[in-house]
């Protein structure tokens, strides 16, 4: 994932996003967003995705904090082939399934080469339902894991 156009670990991306909803409930908001961007290796972005949606619950429920988790397709390079952008929007949908975030943010095949139309943005909703579909259920958001330890030290520093 990215922080202002940097690479950053995933830990770092989760605590992030927990401690802008923290700074959101200290201004008065009680309903929010949080977010990560799918990255290149789908085991860690499981693991990131499950780390926030532990942290949230550990953490925004007790405020009183409605939240839910976005995933946002791979928002870097996006690959020039059909197949390549194809591949990459099913394996952000399966993320977003096998983690149970209810909100995918999706990127076309021609957002490689210019702004999509939006005949382009729903075939592309269409590609991530139908991955979606054949995707396996929620896993285990309370598993310990790397991502929510490094997440949870700097949340707590």
Partial sequence: GCMLGQLCPPGQLVAI??????????????????????????????EAVLALRRLCTELLTPLGIE????????MGVYPTTDEGAHGLLARAAELAVTTGAPRLIVKTVA????????????AALEHAA???????GPHDATADSQTYAEARALIDA
């Fill in 130 to 136: 139908a991955a979606a579909r054949s995707a396996a």
């Fill in 111 to 122: 957002e490689s080469r210019r702004i999509p139309t939006v005949r382009e943005n729903v």
């Fill in 67 to 74: 939240w839910h988790v976005v995933v946002y397709a791979y």
């Fill in 17 to 46: 996003s927990v401690l802008e909803a923290l700074f959101f409930r200290q201004h008065g908001l009680d309903d929010v967003s949080v977010s990560y961007a799918q990255q290149a290796n789908a085991d860690q972005d499981r």
